[in-house]
C-alpha cells in the first residue's frame, strides 16, 4: 500500500504549487512579455503587406493550440479527481467507455488538421501572388558565401542593364527597397542551394542552382516600414554559411532614387546581372571577419 498523506497536508502541497507558479508568471522580464504579446514573432515584424498574412495565420494558431492545451489539461485534471481512489478498501474501475467521447478525440484532431491546412494554403497562394508589373526587380544571387544584389533599369527586361551591390568575405552587402512599392525578388545561384530570408518580412525561399530565366524561384513584398533590417542564408550551404549576412534598408522613393544615382557614380553598373561578388567564391579570405555579427 503506497504512502496515504493527510488530506490538509495535500490542500497545502497544492496551495504551495499553484503559488510557486503564480509566482514563476509574474516574474516575467519586460523583454518576455513582449515577446508573448506578438506572438514569438520578431520585433519588427510584419514589416511588409504581405508578411501581414502570415503574422495572422501564426497567432491564430496559437489561439487553437492554446485551446486546444487548456482543454487537454481540463480533461487530465477532471479524471485524475474525479475517479481517484476515495478510500483504502476501494479500487476505481481501471477501463471505462464511452463511444461519444471516443469519437470526439479521433474526429475533432482530424477537423483541426482539415483547417489549419485550409488556412495555410489560402495564406500561402496570397504571399506567392505576382502583380505582372511589379515597381522593382531585384536579381538576387547567393553564392558561397555572399549575396548580389542586381536592381533591373528596367523589369521588363531582366537581362538588361542594372545597377547592383555585391558582399565579399570582407564586407557584408546592403540590399536597399523602396517603401510602399512593389519589389520581385529572382533568386538564382551559381554552386549550391541557399535560402534567402528576412526575418521581419517572415518570408524565405530556396535559392536553387540551374534555374534561369522566369524558372528561378520568385516573390514579391511591399514593404510599409522604413528601418533597417537583417537577412540571412537560411540553408546550411557550406563552411562559412554563418557569415552570409546582409542588411535590408528601406527608405523613401527620393532615397531610393539617389542610392541607385550613387551606385550608377561609384561605377556599380554592368549590362547584364551579375552572378557574385569577385571574391565571395574564395578561401584565401574566407578567415577575414565580414564586420558583422555571425
Known amino acids: ?44 515584424s510584419p514589416a511588409t503587406e504581405q508578411a501581414v498574412h502570415i503574422a495572422e495565420l501564426w497567432k491564430w494558431a496559437w489561439i487553437a493550440l492554446l485551446i486546444t492545451g ?85 523589369p521588363k527586361d531582366l537581362e538588361g542593364p542594372v545597377h547592383y551591390t555585391s558582399g565579399t568575405a570582407s564586407k557584408i552587402p546592403t540590399l536597399v527597397l523602396e517603401v510602399d512599392k512593389t519589389t520581385e525578388f529572382k533568386l538564382s545561384s551559381p554552386d549550391v542551394i541557399h535560402s534567402f530570408w528576412i526575418p521581419a518580412f517572415l518570408m524565405k ?39 552570409m549576412l546582409f542588411d535590408v534598408k528601406v527608405v523613401t522613393a527620393d532615397e531610393y532614387a539617389a542610392y541607385l544615382a550613387q551606385l550608377e557614380a561609384d561605377g556599380f553598373t554592368a549590362d547584364a546581372p551579375l552572378l557574385g561578388g569577385s571574391d565571395a567564391v574564395t578561401q584565401a579570405n574566407a578567415n577575414t571577419n565580414h564586420g558583422g555579427e555571425e
Open 1 to 44: 500500500m503506497g504512502l496515504q498523506l493527510p488530506k490538509r497536508v495535500q490542500r497545502v502541497a497544492a496551495g504551495t504549487m499553484l503559488g510557486s507558479s503564480l509566482l514563476l508568471v509574474g516574474s516575467c522580464s519586460a523583454e518576455d512579455k513582449a515577446q508573448a504579446e506578438r506572438w514569438a514573432m520578431p520585433a519588427t
Open 70 to 154: 487548456a482543454v487537454v489539461w481540463f480533461l487530465i485534471f477532471f479524471a485524475s479527481w474525479r475517479f481517484r481512489r476515495r478510500s483504502e478498501d476501494e479500487i476505481p474501475v481501471q477501463t471505462r467507455y464511452n463511444l461519444p467521447v471516443e469519437v470526439f478525440y479521433t474526429i475533432f484532431p482530424v477537423i483541426m488538421v482539415l483547417v489549419f491546412f485550409f488556412h495555410t494554403v489560402e495564406v500561402q497562394n496570397k504571399i506567392l501572388e505576382h502583380d505582372p508589373d511589379p515597381d522593382h526587380v531585384v536579381q538576387v544571387v547567393g553564392q558561397q558565401w555572399s549575396w548580389t544584389f542586381n536592381h533591373s533599369d528596367d
Open 205 to 243: 525561399m530556396d535559392v536553387i542552382p540551374g534555374q534561369a530565366g522566369e524558372e528561378r524561384n520568385s516573390f514579391q513584398v511591399t514593404p510599409t516600414k522604413v528601418g533597417t533590417f537583417k537577412g540571412k542564408c537560411a540553408e546550411l550551404c557550406g563552411t562559412y554559411h554563418s557569415r
